[in-house]
């Protein structure tokens, strides 16, 4: 892919809306737009909007009344010459203007170009490009938050300083290395190794929200779970505000699971409505909770839905049995049945029936028919599935992909060899072996090192025209 070439492409969605852009960078941008556009001034002012009409380059047909931006070099988004063409929204106008610019010499621009160049031309750095698709894609204040931070460049930042302490680190090497018959070395190994160990203490606190910081992108799975009519699908409908799930008085209505993406305290969650959980012979409802059983497999919050004060059977204990790892709150449904009922807090073996208590971290009362208790539903959810971000704030530097998280995974695996060679007395250039890989690890996340595999592996999850 040449980056001396002019690329195009609409930068607003297709269908029908006020306005559409679309957006060229490259040497040609203006000659490009100027021949769509012969009413623009040869030298337009840089970010001063130009209210032209665009032409067909080839029979003149009136396409639009247009508004024409160009942005110098190094001054945009790219760091290169480039041009926006505001016009009307559909799905014609802006199509039109896209093939008069592709025939008027621009190359459709492939997914993610735009901002691939910002970054080959200085405009940012690797990690600030994956937070403009975070950005983008983000669908709670949550992410949009960690996403404004980043591209602020506050992972970037932390990267940075981690990658100075390990060149800090083999500065200090350098005087043992070339001068290792001295007795009195000007930094005593100790010192160096108290500065590893702070550095990987460091990484392992980054790495320590990285889930967090993946599940803010995916979304947390909340799986709604409990017997036949025990109000699931009633409490699903309600945190989403609208009739999604089918609701009835006949046992077993819901065969398969149905998710929804919703934002609850700023977070992002992945609501799953399942099949109630019984043996049945029904086969499509026994398909239903089977579907069920693996949505709880993966599920990072179990909402347990048992209607009213009863304790759990031993159905519903055994299902408690079976769940690891992800939290479960009890959510007593229908309550409006039930009224001055409090449940205790935190959850405890007496407050729900018997044992199983302790499986169990919170208990919330809700109806669905009088919206009691869905308040603090939403307020209990944030602090199990986000618990360090809740506490820490979405303000600190995060990772937020898997491709990060490995990156400091491998520097911190080399600096965890560097000090352990030093600590077992290896000599100082074997050591130090281990200090340039973990620089790399850190310069890729970067991009510093901006191989061409990593580069295609962050740039194809970009839509056309960013």
């Known amino acids: 892919m040449g980056i001396s070439d002019t690329i195009v492409a ?45 032409l067909d380059p080839d029979t003149g047909e009136l396409l639009d009344h247009v508004l024409v931006t160009v942005f110098e070099a190094p001054g945009s988004y790219t760091g290169e010459l480039m041009a926006e063409v505001s016009c009307h929204g559909g799905w014609l106008s802006p199509a039109l203007i896209l093939e ?17 160049r910002a970054f080959l031309n200085g405009k940012m750095d690797l990690l600030q490009a994956e937070a403009v698709l975070d950005l983008i894609e983000g669908r709670s204040r949550a ?52 500065r590893a160990m702070e550095t990987m203490a460091m990484m392992e606190d980054l790495l320590r929200l990285a889930p967090e910081g993946e599940l803010l992108r995916e979304g947390a799975i909340t799986v709604l779970a409990g017997l036949p009519n025990s109000g699931k699908s009633s409490v699903f409908n309600a945190l989403l ?38 043996e049945t012979d029904e086969k499509v409802e026994r398909i239903g909770i089977e579907v069920a059983r693996r949505y709880l497999l993966r599920a990072d919050v179990i909402l347990f839905c048992v209607e009213g004060l009863r304790a759990l059977s031993a159905a519903e204990a055994g299902f408690l049995e079976e769940v690891v790892g992800a939290p479960v709150v009890l959510v007593r449904t229908k309550m409006d049945l039930f009224p001055g009922f409090e449940p205790e807090e935190p959850a405890g073996a007496a407050a729900i029936g018997n044992s199983e208590g302790q499986r169990v971290e919170e208990i919330v009362a809700v109806s669905a028919e009088t919206g009691d208790g869905l308040d603090r539903l939403r307020e209990v959810l944030p602090g199990l599935a986000f618990r360090g971000l809740v506490r820490s ?69 970009f839509c056309i025209g960013k």
């Open 10 to 54: 609409i930068g607003t969605p297709p269908g029908i809306s006020a306005l559409s852009v679309v957006r060229l960078s490259g040497p040609a941008s203006l000659s490009v737009v100027s021949r769509i556009c012969p009413g623009l001034p040869k030298r337009p002012e840089p970010r001063r909007a130009q209210l032209v009409r665009a």
């Open 100 to 116: 008069a610019c592709l025939r008027g010499g621009a190359r459709r621009a492939d997914a993610g170009e735009f901002t691939r």
């Open 143 to 194: 992410l949009h938050g960690a996403a404004v931070h980043q591209l602020d460049r506050g992972l970037s930042r932390r990267i940075a300083e981690l990658r100075g302490s390990l060149v800090d680190l083999e500065a200090m090497l350098v005087h043992h290395l070339d001068f290792p018959e001295e007795d009195d070395p000007p930094v005593p190994t100790a010192e160096i190794l108290s």
């Open 241 to 278: 505000g609208e009739e999604r799930a089918i609701v009835t008085e006949v046992p077993g209505t819901t065969r398969d699971a149905l998710e929804v993406v919703v934002s609850l305290g700023g977070f992002p969650f992945r609501l799953v409505d399942t099949a109630g959980l019984r």
């Open 393 to 461: 704030g979405v303000q600190t530097p995060l990772l937020t992909r898997q491709r990060q998280a490995d990156g400091i995974r491998m520097a911190l695996k080399e600096l965890g060899a560097f000090a352990g060679a030093l600590a077992g007395g290896l000599p100082m250039e074997v050591a130090a072996t281990h200090l340039r890989p973990a620089e790399t690890a850190l310069e890729e996340l970067l991009g510093v090192i901006p191989r061409e595999e990593i580069l295609d592996r962050v740039f194809r999850e």
